[in-house]
């Protein structure tokens, strides 16, 4: 499966922007996917995902309340909505899927098997 990331911007501090992951050569049927960003000289971290089943989403601690992960199955696409955005949410961010993650794995970035190019988002102060 193929991913492609887009979306990305600058935004003032407390804007929004809607992330975009559109998959292609395969369903994302029976895949997590999950939302990762990595910031200048820091470690890629987990924003959000969804679970394999599609039925569950998790959400890191500093984007709860503020980011809403959906998806769109005719469009074979997973979106990131992210509101009231922080200086601190600048990084890219990259889509990821994987079909064989365990619940225990969603949230690191070793799970996931298919990467996207990942997009900049960056918030001005």
């Known amino acids: 499966v193929q991913l492609q990331a887009s979306g990305g911007g600058l935004v003032q501090n407390g804007g929004s922007l809607r992330l975009s992951c559109a998959a292609s050569g395969r369903t994302l049927t029976g895949y997590a996917v999950g939302w990762f960003r990595q910031a200048p000289g820091k470690e890629r971290e987990f924003v959000a995902c969804?679970?394999?089943?599609?039925?569950?989403?998790y959400y890191a601690d500093s984007v709860k309340g503020r980011f809403t992960i959906s998806r769109d199955n005719a469009k074979n696409t997973v979106y990131l909505q992210m509101n009231s955005l922080k200086p601190e949410d600048t990084a890219v961010y990259y889509c990821?899927?994987?079909?064989?993650?365990?619940?225990?794995?969603?949230?690191?970035?070793?799970?996931?098997?298919?990467w996207g190019q990942g997009t900049q988002v960056t918030v001005s102060s």
């Open positions: 990821a899927a994987s079909r064989r993650v365990i619940t225990s794995m969603l949230a690191y970035s070793q799970g996931y098997d298919y």
């Open positions: 969804f679970s394999r089943s599609g039925g569950s989403t």
